[in-house]
């Protein structure tokens, strides 16, 4: 039985105090808090096993190896990959998109086209158009409604034979969106274009079955998680990753080295140069099963309470606006106060010991779509209780009684 009270004891975090008052972390789409169950496995690694992996023939080593795989495997079994070589250690989300981007330079020409949504985060627009500059590919956007929804028909007319790569979050950082994935790559694959999803948003709330979407990449950040900084993870299909040259070259990912020529190892190696952080891989694996042990079925249930209890009474606040309704929402509310600026209210929600995000989010062109310099941005966890949304919702009167 999903007791919020027990969970909540399992984080540490959540018993501070931020400028006196109780720490409402209302933040959790920047990044997740970690529970003790994941705290402590970084705290026996680094006491008992920390070693450089794959390389030694020594006890450490080979422990460290071993939890290091195993994280892997976990992962691995947490997507439903068919391989566990089909799962790449990268540094985040970030990393993960720009090791695809950077693979497919080489695979696209002047004529070809991507196409991306108006919904994504700065970390999946970028690198495209940088991709596009090196190829000569063109870059066409899949246009958003008011709803904060993409607008499919448009999606299927800039569709063609010319199209390669779609790049589209499953759930939008800045609104909560959750998007037709499934529709699109079905749609993707009849042109014979590759898929990545963007899954930072989604993985905390949606258990993605990569198999069964049938995509072709998959990113996410450990962070987001309830696991550590610094580490997320690449699905990719096997034929895909053998096909994309290596990112980045160094120690780790060769077969061999001469000065004439260097042969690569085989996956998941061959994306994995240099010493990777290895306690963070470890600690993904923990975190992926504390959440699983949850129930991710039992998490989205409980958030989306908090999202609907949440909408609902701030909504009651006279001059307050929502960006981002569509019925499939993850448990992100984007709003502002009519006339206010939100870093303002964010400012003060802070000096209330309320923990939520102001500005655009990484997502310019979704403000830039709503014509607003920003929002204050809560968002819930499984964590969260009904009890703080009260304490946001008496702080979002008070900033607005202050500051107007
Ligand atoms: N995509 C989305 C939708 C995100 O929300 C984020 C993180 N805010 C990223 C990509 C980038 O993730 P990271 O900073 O962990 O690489």
Redesign the pocket.
């Known amino acids: 039985m999903f007791n919020v009270n027990d969970i909540r004891k399992d984080f540490p975090i959540l018993s501070r105090k931020v400028n006196g008052k109780p720490l409402v972390y209302f933040d959790n789409?920047?990044t997740s808090q970690t529970p003790q169950q994941v705290i402590g496995g970084i705290v026996d690694y680094y006491s008992n096993h920390n070693a450089n992996i794959h390389r030694g023939v020594h006890t450490l080593s080979q422990e460290a190896t071993d939890l290091y795989e195993q994280a892997r495997q976990k992962i691995q079994v947490h997507f439903n990959a068919k391989f566990s070589h089909e799962i790449i250690f990268t540094?985040?989300?970030?990393?993960g998109?720009n090791l695809v981007a950077n693979g497919f330079s080489s695979l696209l020409k002047k004529g070809d086209e991507i196409i991306v949504s108006a919904l994504?985060?700065h970390?999946?627009i970028v690198p495209w158009q940088m991709l596009c500059e090196r190829t000569g590919a063109t870059l066409k956007v899949i246009p958003m409604n008011d709803e904060g929804e993409l607008v499919m028909t448009e999606f299927d007319i800039m569709l063609s034979e010319n199209t390669k790569l779609i790049f589209v979050?499953h759930?939008?950082?800045a609104l909560g969106t959750v998007n037709s994935i499934e529709y699109i790559i079905e749609k993707a694959h009849q042109v014979g274009a590759a898929v990545l999803i963007?899954g930072?948003?989604s993985s905390p709330h949606i258990k993605a079955d990569v198999q069964k979407l049938n995509v072709d990449f998959y990113v996410a950040?450990a962070?987001?998680m309830c696991g550590p900084t610094g580490v997320?993870v690449l699905y990719g299909k096997e034929e895909w990753l053998k096909k994309l040259p290596p990112y980045q070259g160094g120690g780790e990912m060769i077969a061999e080295v001469t000065f004439e020529k260097t042969t690569y190892a085989e996956l998941p190696h061959k994306f994995e140069a240099g010493t990777p952080n290895i306690c963070g891989g470890i600690a993904f694996g923990a975190a992926i099963d504390y959440m699983n042990a949850i129930g991710f079925e039992v998490i989205a249930n409980y958030e989306n309470e908090l999202l609907e209890y949440a909408t609902e009474e701030l909504l009651k606040i006279e001059g307050l606006k929502i960006y981002g309704t569509s019925k499939h929402k993850t448990s992100v509310i984007s709003f502002n106060l009519e006339g206010i600026h939100p870093y303002d209210v964010g400012t003060i929600l802070d000096k209330l010991g309320i923990a939520v995000r102001t500005g655009h989010?990484?997502a310019q062109p979704i403000m830039d779509y709503f014509k607003i310099p920003g929002t204050v941005r809560a968002s819930f966890s499984f964590y969260n209780t009904k009890a703080e949304i009260d304490t946001l919702v008496e702080g979002v009167k008070k900033a607005k009684m202050m500051l107007s």
Request: hydrophobic share 20%; proline share 0%.
């Open positions: 789409a920047a540094s985040g989300t970030t990393h998109i994504e985060h970390s999946n979050n759930v939008s950082n963007d930072a948003q950040s962070h987001k997320g989010h990484c």
